[in-house]
């Protein structure tokens, strides 16, 4: 058994793994108010959700881009389960070569999907994380990682919109959803349409500028893949995108794991 954990800005994702099959998975805000035993309270839960014991644990990774939750996790590990996690990293012998000018400030959960989508579909390819922010992340043929777009992401447009607005209220998660029409007489369904619908447009367009560079260095057309909170919400209005992964950060965190540790998959 394996414990994959992946530390957002908004969301921590914690998958339970097999060998390489996903057992079961469980999600929650990330917070700096939880201690070392409220993590491991969730993740005791998620194990008796997949019928697996404590003892099974043989390893645990971790992607963070929260440097102040870092070592709690990790120390968590450590205490509760015996376990020295791997902590992704560039400095870790990842197999790509990443095209960043600073390899250091690239996010380890771009990093991780990047690797799973590439094990997975091969390349070249677009992986399209819909998270805190929305990440564009460029796939080569070899697997190489060649840098992509940040942008606002759908929640983090949301909140922006009412912390810079006198009069518009905050969507919950549960109102951000396509309306059915895009010319709106409500206030909530004109901010629906122009968050949704404008941030659609603005992931269509972007992908189909990266295609176009892409082809300029005579690289063939890149698959394109959604994955994170709303990959399956932004995916279903939409063709370009070919698959959904909702989950990749995790198996890139495995697969890392593997790789560190010379494990073979069975």
């Not at 954990?5 to 996903?22: A, K, P, Q």
């Not at 619908?197 to 972007?206: C, E, K, N, Q, T």
Request: proline share 3%.
């Amino acid at each position: 058994m394996f414990i994959a954990i992946d530390i957002g800005n908004t969301s921590t994702v914690i998958g339970m793994y097999r060998n390489e099959r996903l057992m079961g998975h469980c999600r929650w805000t990330t917070t700096t108010q939880w201690k070392e035993d409220d993590i491991t309270s969730q993740i005791h839960s998620l194990l008796y959700e997949v019928g697996a014991t404590k003892k099974q644990i043989e390893g645990i990774g971790i992607s963070s881009v929260v440097p102040s939750l870092t070592k709690r996790y990790a120390g968590m590990a450590k205490k509760y389960f015996h376990q020295e996690p791997v902590i992704i990293s560039t400095e870790l012998n990842l197999g790509i070569t990443i095209h960043y000018e600073n390899p250091k400030s690239l996010g380890t959960d771009r990093i991780c999907s990047a690797i799973a989508g590439y094990a997975q579909y091969g390349g070249p390819l677009i992986i399209i994380d819909f998270g805190t922010a929305t990440t564009y992340n460029v796939i080569a043929s070899n697997g190489d990682f060649l840098g992509g777009v940040i942008s606002p992401g759908i929640e983090t447009a949301a909140r922006s919109l009412h912390n810079r607005t006198a009069q518009l209220s905050p969507l919950t998660s549960e109102q951000l959803q396509f309306p059915q029409t895009l010319i709106n007489t409500t206030t909530l369904g004109s901010m629906q349409a122009g968050i949704l619908w404008g941030g659609l447009d603005a992931m269509m367009g972007i992908v189909d500028r990266i295609q176009h560079e892409l082809t300029k260095h005579r690289s063939k057309k890149a698959m394109v893949i959604a994955t994170g909170g709303f990959s399956h919400l932004m995916a279903e209005q939409t063709q370009i995108v070919q698959h959904v992964e909702p989950l990749l950060v995790l198996d890139g965190i495995r697969l890392i794991w593997n790789r560190v540790k010379n494990k073979k998959e069975r």
